[in-house]
């Protein structure tokens, strides 16, 4: 065959695989997840910076798995997740749509980034690569496997450049409420109505109180600089009989947090670490504020809305909460 017949080939046998291909995994035998903590997520955005799964308490997460070279499947998820995302009205600012790319030799971060884009721009691209990609889709219980043209129904003919191949990969609808906990995984065959409803269900429910038996924790503030530091600031109540302490802390955006107390000493202010943590006397208060106790936020990463908090407590143990977050000029607690 001559070379032209054999590159007409190749394109017709492309158009068949991309039509063909493409394949869903049957979404019928998908079925709702019993409710477990979301498999950690953590990967360049497509658009730049990073995105970590672990940042986006408080929000619902709408997560889905494809590729850019997928003609039929992919596109009609992504359109369903805008047509759900818009139909949300003013509560979408609380859902993160994230497509995962299952193709990432093809699917370059600017590729991805233009395709994901196209269908809002607020969704999110995510691009891995092998023991990380592998990894994820573990976790999430993914298949995705390449599909090449029948090789020996077309020994005879060479193809020029590269075998086009299709991707198979399973076709689902992943929700993650606002704890950061793996809800519900719906099959691609779920109507908009239903997918819709899931997500508002998720909206609709409120974090559990930032308190555990003995201790809780009012009116958290972060309040975050240019210099990527900042402080939180709250008041602890000890409703316990017995005294407690607040010995560390962690932070979804932050590589550091540390237990500090200014103190004065005529004009001049010192920044004092408190290793020691801050004791919280039986029945009593101790106020975290400007000027005095607070937690020192280190290396924040961006500029996020809220920030995911776990205080650790000698004998209460861990406190999780979702502290809003405001940047210079805001109005302090």
Do not use: W
Request: proline residues 7%; contains cysteine.
């Amino acid at each position: 065959m001559a070379g032209g017949g054999a590159r007409g080939l190749l394109l017709v046998l492309a158009v068949l695989l991309l039509a063909a291909g493409c394949r869903r995994d049957k979404a019928e035998g998908l079925a709702a997840v019993p409710e477990q903590p979301a498999p950690a997520l953590e990967a360049p955005r497509a658009s730049g910076g990073r995105f970590r799964l672990s940042e986006q308490r408080g929000k619902v997460v709408l997560l889905s798995f494809g590729y850019t070279a997928c003609p039929d499947v992919c596109p009609t998820t992504l359109s369903q997740l805008r047509r759900v995302y818009e139909q949300l009205g003013a509560a979408a600012r609380d859902v993160e749509v994230v497509f995962v790319s299952v193709d990432p030799e093809r699917d370059s971060a600017e590729r991805l980034e233009t395709y994901v884009h196209a269908f809002h721009p607020r969704f999110t691209g995510l691009r891995l690569e092998g023991d990380a990609l592998a990894a994820v889709l573990s976790g999430y219980r993914v298949t995705a496997s390449r599909r090449y043209p029948d090789a020996t129904r077309y020994r005879e003919h060479r193809f020029a450049g590269d075998i086009p191949y299709t991707v198979d990969h399973t076709g689902a609808y992943f929700l993650i409420d606002k704890r950061g906990v793996l809800r519900e995984r719906l099959p691609y065959s779920v109507p908009a109505e239903q997918l819709r409803a899931g997500v508002e269900r998720l909206l609709s429910e409120r974090e559990p109180r930032a308190s555990v038996p003995g201790i809780q924790v009012e009116g958290a503030l972060a309040r975050l600089t240019p210099a990527q530091v900042g402080a939180v600031y709250f008041t602890l109540v000890n409703t316990a009989g017995g005294e407690d302490r607040l010995v560390s802390a962690e932070a979804s955006s932050a590589e550091r947090v540390e237990l500090h107390e200014v103190v004065a000493e005529g004009e001049i202010l010192r920044m004092l670490p408190r290793p020691e943590g801050f004791g919280v006397p039986a029945g009593g208060r101790v106020e975290l504020k400007p000027g005095g106790k607070h937690l020192m936020l280190y290396s924040v990463r961006g500029s996020p809305e809220s920030i995911r908090l776990t205080l650790h407590f000698e004998k209460a143990g861990a406190v999780q909460l979702t502290v809003p977050a405001s940047g210079p000029g805001a109005d302090g607690p």
